[in-house]
């Protein structure tokens, strides 16, 4: 057994959305280090456009402004990467939003906003890039799958004590979507997972960006997850290593689901 390319993902492409900050930045550094050629896309340009140029120390990363909340978007989306490439590798969708208010306030928009990115994106972003994905899944007799990785989060697997309420359901429906996904496509070669994210600096989670020390109190192994966290989990699902995990999600959170249960 030869284990050496494991990891790599040298010839590679990748497409992140929300790959600007955050989680997202950090799937696209990981893939960027371990040879992969990768677009990030973001619904502010001036912000896109910089982190692309950050991480092009790494390799090559392209900058693709698009605001993928809508299925236009989506559309838009996949027909700019079209223009750089024949075929691709791994889409992750990462782009999402949050919102929270008390029960009785909750409103309509915060539920919609969230629930169409972070829920209905990943599928119609999936389902109008499916004809690269399927070239790509293809290739070389279709040695080595397509891949598709869904960012959902710990909220969808376990309660918070947060009123985020369609973030909640956002996450948990993307999970079990990622599930029914999975036995579509992997009929075509293209491998869809997960993964659950916990406490990462973010501008989404300000609590673990802005009081890590604090938040770690809560966390069983004591510390916010890393960059290498975040990027090792996608690197390993990205790669060859992650051949076989098909309709899964990855729990990556220091052990906070099991605490909470």
């Known amino acids: 057994m030869n284990t050496s390319e494991l990891f790599t993902l040298k010839g590679r492409t990748a497409l992140v959305t929300g790959g600007s900050r955050g989680i997202g930045r950090m799937i696209a550094a990981g893939f960027l280090a371990q040879g992969a050629t990768v677009y990030i896309t ?6 896109c456009d910089q982190t692309a140029q950050e991480l092009s120390a790494l390799g090559k990363c392209v900058s693709l402004p698009v605001d993928v909340s809508t299925v236009e978007g989506a559309k838009a989306l996949a027909a700019a990467y079209g223009r750089h490439e024949t075929s691709l590798d791994i889409l992750v969708n990462n782009a999402g939003a949050a919102w929270g208010a008390p ?6 928009s915060g539920w919609d906003k969230v629930v169409d990115l972070n829920l209905k994106t990943p599928f119609f972003l999936t389902q109008a890039l499916a004809g690269l994905l399927r070239t790509a899944a293809a290739a070389n ?3 080595r799958p397509a891949k598709v990785i869904n960012i959902a989060s710990i909220d969808g697997v376990s309660v918070n004590p947060m009123e985020t309420y369609s973030y909640a359901a956002s996450k948990a429906g993307l999970i079990h979507m990622t599930r029914r996904m999975a036995l579509r496509l992997i009929q075509d070669n293209i491998v869809v997972s997960a993964i659950a994210p916990g406490a990462f600096a973010s501008d989404m989670n300000k609590l673990a960006r802005d009081h890590a020390e604090e938040v770690s109190h809560h ?3 004591g510390r ?8 090792g989990t996608a690197i390993y699902l990205a790669s060859r290593a992650g051949d076989y995990v098909v309709g899964s999600t990855l729990v990556v959170d220091g052990g906070v689901t099991h605490a909470r249960s």
Do not use: H, V
């Open 42 to 47: 973001a619904r502010k340009a001036a912000a």
């Open 103 to 108: 029960f009785d306030e909750f409103p309509e």
């Open 141 to 143: 007799g279709g040695a």
């Open 219 to 221: 966390i069983p192994a």
């Open 224 to 231: 916010i997850g890393t960059d290498e966290d975040m990027a």
